[in-house]
T-cell receptor, first 115, second 111 residues
Framework: DGGITQSPKYLFRKEGQNVTLSCEQNLNHDAMYWYRQDPGQGLRLIYYSQIVNDFQKGDIAEGYSVSREKKESFPLTVTSAQKNPTAFYLC??????????????FGPGTRLTVL | GESVGLHLPTLSVQEGDNSIINCAYSNSASDYFIWYKQESGKGPQFIIDIRSNMDKRQGQRVTVLLNKTVKHLSLQIAATQPGDSAVYFCADSKSGQNFVFGPGTRLSVLP
């Protein structure tokens, strides 16, 4: 089955620790995105990547880092510099980096809780 | 900044009735709009999309209406079922880039 997988589903972190959230897609999509979801708010863009080895900051990139070494993988690291990391994190992808009118396909999400 | 918003945070409907979920967007340059459904603890699922060259688009039991004059988008669900209970998001973009998502409307279907 083609799709986007995120792991783990639940993640607990102690203050001061870095954690990495995994996002993998086998859809052969060019562009991948990371969003953060908080209660009562719309999805907010953290980082996105349109091609391998290239990525751009979104609206709330501070305290996060990403890499895009492979087309199918776009891991997100939540660093200790992120002051309020407890949230639901969603990864998404679209077929073409420059193509218009492409819906975003979402993964199942990872819920991160800071203890 | 520009953002997509929703008029109602919650909506309760009787099973079998039609549901209408509304959305306002502020970016006049937006030309592509999507409705997503998100069940608790899961990722959003695509429901239907519409481009700005259309006013209406129908899917299976769902219809999206776009009024560009007042920058308003709505999702109509016919014969609402218990499985339709979820949070519904609208999102707008310019040519499928840089989507802006609304906070969502929670739809509750009453038996």
């Amino acid at each position: 089955d083609g799709g986007i997988t995120q792991s783990p589903k639940y993640l607990f972190r102690k203050e001061g620790q870095n954690v990495t959230l995994s996002c993998e897609q086998n859809l052969n999509h060019d562009a991948m995105y990371w969003y953060r979801q908080d209660p009562g708010q719309g999805l907010r863009l953290i980082y996105y990547s349109q091609i391998v080895n290239d990525f751009q900051k979104g609206d709330i990139a501070e305290g996060y880092s990403v890499s895009r070494e492979k087309k199918e993988s776009f891991p997100l690291t939540v660093t200790s510099a992120q002051k309020n990391p407890t949230a639901f994190y969603l990864c998404a992808s679209i077929p073409g980096a420059g193509g218009p009118y492409n819906e975003q396909f979402f993964g199942p999400g990872t819920r991160l809780t800071v203890l | 900044g520009e953002s997509v918003g929703l008029h109602l945070p919650t909506l309760s409907v009787q099973e079998g009735d039609n549901s209408i979920i509304n959305c306002a967007y502020s970016n006049s340059a937006s030309d592509y709009f999507i409705w997503y459904k998100q069940e608790s603890g899961k990722g959003p699922q695509f429901i239907i999309d519409i481009r700005s060259n259309m006013d209406k688009r129908q899917g299976q039991r769902v219809t999206v209406l776009l009024n560009k004059t007042v920058k308003h988008l709505s999702l109509q669900i016919a014969a609402t079922q218990p499985g339709d209970s979820a949070v519904y998001f609208c999102a707008d973009s310019k040519s499928g880039q840089n989507f802006v998502f609304g906070p969502g409307t929670r739809l509750s279907v009453l038996p």
